[in-house]
């Protein structure tokens, strides 16, 4: 039984005050501009981007500042000093061949993260986020574009890997619609290769991708990773993996899946 009071407390005492009040915006409709800009801004570098886990001090990490443009979205906070810094610090990290990649020193994922997996995740990754954004006119996105255009296997496939696929089909999506041919023609890879693992933030991040490609809510697929996140719930209230907050930021991304794909209906359907 999917327990959100559970892990809105569970957010309310583990969370950074940052995670708190993108909780509250998110689920509980508080909203306070100003506050969220004084937070966004307590965890920025100087060169516009955010360490590794928020780690105030530590070295900018490409992975974490896109993802604070990602949740500036959602906050409605793209305007605000801290994500246009945020977006050029993004702009500045960027290949011109069109792709990302973290220093050795800023791999979140491990090793793999410095090679070519890693460029190819990482690209797909920030690509979906400046698109999220609004970014779509930008150079940084048409390069991208280009970049993962000239990647496609059997020409319906971004990459081999199940993982950058879905980021890379959620970056399409968003940029050039759900209808478009490209997406199209790369949803049934996905379809056919969504997750069995039992990690929420992968499940999340696939479902989320589904959705920008157009997959109903209720589509079989969706509905069982709904209920597959509900059974997973921690005695805690909370979701995955308890290092660096990562649990609490988890947490937050599979309460705004559930929402979006009827939570409760998921519930009484069980």
Same mark, same amino acid.
């Given at each position: 039984?999917?327990?959100?009071?559970?892990?809105?407390?569970?957010?309310?005492?583990?969370?950074?005050?940052?995670?708190?009040?993108?909780?509250?915006?998110?689920?509980?409709?508080e909203?306070?501009?100003?506050?969220?800009?004084w937070?966004?801004?307590?965890?920025?570098?100087?060169?516009?981007?955010?360490?590794?886990?928020?780690?105030?001090?530590?070295?900018?990490?490409?992975?974490?500042?896109?993802?604070?443009?990602?949740?500036?979205?959602?906050m409605?906070?793209?305007?605000?000093?801290?994500?246009?810094?945020?977006?050029?610090?993004?702009?500045?990290?960027q290949?011109? %061949?069109?792709?990302?990649? $973290?220093?050795?020193?800023? #791999?979140?994922?491990?090793?793999?993260?410095? &090679?070519? @997996? !890693?460029?190819?995740?990482?690209?797909?990754?920030?690509?979906?986020?400046?698109?999220?954004?609004?970014?779509?006119?930008?150079?940084?996105?048409?390069?991208?574009?280009?970049?993962?255009?000239?990647?496609?296997?059997?020409?319906?496939?971004?990459?081999?890997?199940?993982?950058?696929?879905?980021?890379?089909?959620?970056?399409?999506?968003?940029?050039?619609?759900?209808?478009?041919?490209?997406?199209?023609?790369?949803?049934?890879?996905?379809?056919?290769?969504?997750?069995?693992?039992?990690?929420?933030?992968?499940?999340?991040?696939?479902?989320?991708?589904?959705?920008?490609?157009?997959?109903?809510?209720? %589509?079989?697929?969706?509905? $069982?990773?709904?209920?597959? #996140?509900?059974?997973?719930?921690?005695?805690? &209230?909370? @979701? !995955?993996?308890?290092?660096?907050?990562?649990?609490?930021?988890?947490?937050?991304?599979?309460?705004?899946?559930?929402?979006?794909?009827?939570a409760?209906?998921?519930?009484?359907?069980?």
């Open positions: 039984m999917l327990d959100v009071e559970k892990a809105l407390e569970y957010i309310e005492l583990e969370g950074t005050d940052l995670d708190r009040y993108r909780s509250r915006f998110l689920f509980r409709g909203r306070d501009d100003v506050m969220a800009t937070l966004l801004g307590s965890y920025q570098n100087q060169d516009g981007g955010y360490p590794l886990h928020l780690v105030i001090g530590e070295q900018s990490n490409i992975s974490e500042t896109a993802k604070i443009i990602a949740h500036s979205s959602q409605q906070l793209l305007r605000s000093p801290c994500c246009r810094k945020a977006l050029e610090y993004i702009r500045s990290c290949h011109p %061949d069109g792709f990302w990649q $973290e220093s050795s020193s800023q #791999l979140e994922l491990g090793e793999e993260m410095g &090679g070519e @997996w !890693g460029r190819l995740w990482l690209s797909a990754y920030v690509g979906r986020a400046l698109c999220m954004a609004a970014e779509q006119e930008s150079a940084e996105v048409k390069k991208v574009r280009n970049y993962f255009l000239g990647l496609r296997v059997n020409g319906s496939q971004f990459t081999s890997s199940p993982s950058i696929h879905f980021l890379a089909l959620g970056f399409f999506a968003l940029l050039e619609g759900p209808q478009c041919g490209l997406v199209r023609e790369a949803l049934p890879y996905a379809l056919a290769n969504f997750t069995r693992s039992k990690e929420p933030r992968l499940i999340t991040v696939q479902a989320e991708c589904l959705l920008e490609a157009g997959v109903a809510p209720d %589509d079989p697929i969706l509905k $069982e990773a709904g209920r597959n #996140l509900i059974k997973i719930q921690g005695s805690d &209230g909370g @979701w !995955g993996e308890s290092y660096e907050g990562l649990r609490i930021r988890t947490t937050i991304d599979v309460l705004g899946l559930l929402l979006k794909l009827g409760w209906r998921l519930v009484d359907e069980n």
